[in-house]
């Protein structure tokens, strides 16, 4: 069974950092390309991808909203993805999921973690 468990989120003050984290298990992580997707509860909004890494971890790309202030990684020998994010915004204020694919494809994971609540508030 595949399983996610996000970890790492909080509150934090605009231009505050926080590490996300992601423990996979259920499928050979190091052989999935993964992303970090996110999500606003209540409202109409479907997932937004934020962030992708390559199988090795050499490969990222990063959604234009985040980019040059989050930076994506994994450790294959700990199944585990991860995203420090730093300069945060109110508007990546969301849920934080992570994902097996990249780009819109990881939008569509089929077995979705409980998530981790980010809110950047003063």
């Known amino acids: 069974e595949v399983q996610f468990v996000e970890s790492g989120g909080g509150m934090v003050q605009p231009g505050g950092s926080l590490r996300l984290s992601c423990s996979a298990s259920?499928?050979?992580?190091?052989?999935?390309?993964m992303s970090w997707v996110r999500r606003v509860p209540g409202t109409r909004k479907g997932p937004e991808w934020v962030?992708?890494?390559?199988?090795?971890?050499?490969?990222?790309a990063y959604a234009d909203s985040v980019k040059g202030r989050f930076t994506i990684s994994r450790d294959n020998a700990k199944s585990t993805l991860y995203l420090q994010m730093s300069g945060l915004k109110p508007e990546d204020t969301a849920l934080y999921y992570c994902?097996?694919?990249?780009?819109?494809?990881?939008?569509?994971?089929?077995?979705w973690g409980q998530g981790t609540q980010v809110t950047v508030s003063s």
């Open positions: 994902a097996r694919g990249l780009g819109t494809i990881a939008t569509y994971e089929r077995s």
């Open positions: 259920g499928f050979t992580f190091s052989g999935y390309d």
């Open positions: 962030s992708g890494i390559d199988t090795s971890g050499s490969g990222t």
